[in-house]
């Protein structure tokens, strides 16, 4: 994980460096004559943004199938006789749940055209699954845009678009672990508990959904902070995973976003 955390502070870093060598020079370097940058700044812009916070994943995963199911079975050897301890009581003592909490974190860069309602947005988050394994998505097509009201500070977001993501985190013993409600086991079992990667599929297809409220700072109107809420409903095929784990999730998030091409919000 701090691999990828490196990798993102010094792609922070160069893109920081790259805006701070001005509007001109940065359109320069695209190729872009002087009297088409105008242009273009008024009809498109790309925005970076800094994201924090937390959501649930609604896993539903059918442990019964997976080697959970080994777990249980061993477990049931103490009981006299082992079949009195049914699947629903290891659930019930174990406290199994198909969805947790868990807090995000990570950047994302958006493109939108400043007037029609289309936009992409890349991201690169932790997983939904376990704060310690990245994610990456990419939200194309997406329709939506910020609706600033009477021409005041603040604004709104309203977005939606299919959200296609490949997650390091959803395959591993953490959707397992993390299933675990009772504290103490899920410590324990922790230490030892480890399956190859049952889930098998990583990537999926979401249908994503947004809406927040943002501010926007500064006399130059070049950066914004705010929060939204979001719900992801994972379109894929469940029988492409086993067990039918879902992507299903949805959770707030607070940002701090700026604009790289120096126009404003």
């Known amino acids: ?13 160069i893109v920081t460096a790259a805006g701070a060598q001005g509007r001109d020079d940065f359109f320069s370097r695209l190729g872009i004559k002087p009297g088409a940058k105008k ?16 959501g649930v994943l609604y896993h539903n995963t059918l442990f019964e199938t997976t080697n959970m199911a080994a777990l249980w079975k ?36 958006y493109a939108a055209t400043r007037y029609f309602p289309l936009f992409a947005n890349l991201e690169v988050m932790s997983s939904i699954a376990t704060y310690q394994k990245p994610m990456i998505a990419l939200t194309l097509p997406g329709f939506g845009k910020d609706i600033r009201p009477f021409d005041r ?17 959803f395959i591993g013993r953490e ?21 190859k990667d049952e889930i098998k599929k990583r990537s999926g297809v979401l249908l994503t959904t947004r809406a ?49 091409a120096h126009t404003s919000f």
């Open 175 to 195: 959707i397992y672990t993390n299933s675990i409600g009772n504290e103490e086991a899920r410590d324990y079992i922790e230490t030892y508990y480890d399956p």
């Open 74 to 109: 061993t477990i049931s050897f103490s009981h006299d006789p082992p079949n009195s301890y049914q699947w629903e009581d290891f659930v019930a003592d174990y406290d199994i749940q198909d969805r947790y909490l868990m807090p995000r974190f990570g950047l994302n860069l």
């Open 39 to 54: 242009s273009l700044e008024e009809k498109f812009f790309v925005r970076l943004g800094f994201n924090a916070g937390a």
């Open 153 to 169: 500070d603040f604004f709104f977001t309203v977005q939606g678009g299919l959200k296609w993501v490949y997650d390091f985190g």
């Open 212 to 260: 927040g409220f943002g501010h926007v700072i500064g006399a130059g109107e070049r950066s914004a902070i705010g929060i939204e809420a979001y719900y992801d409903f994972d379109l894929t095929d469940e029988t492409k995973r086993q067990a039918g784990a879902r992507m299903r999730n949805a959770g707030l998030n607070i940002y701090f976003r700026f604009d790289l």
């Open 1 to 13: 994980m701090l691999r990828h955390v490196f990798t993102i502070l010094a792609l922070t870093f």
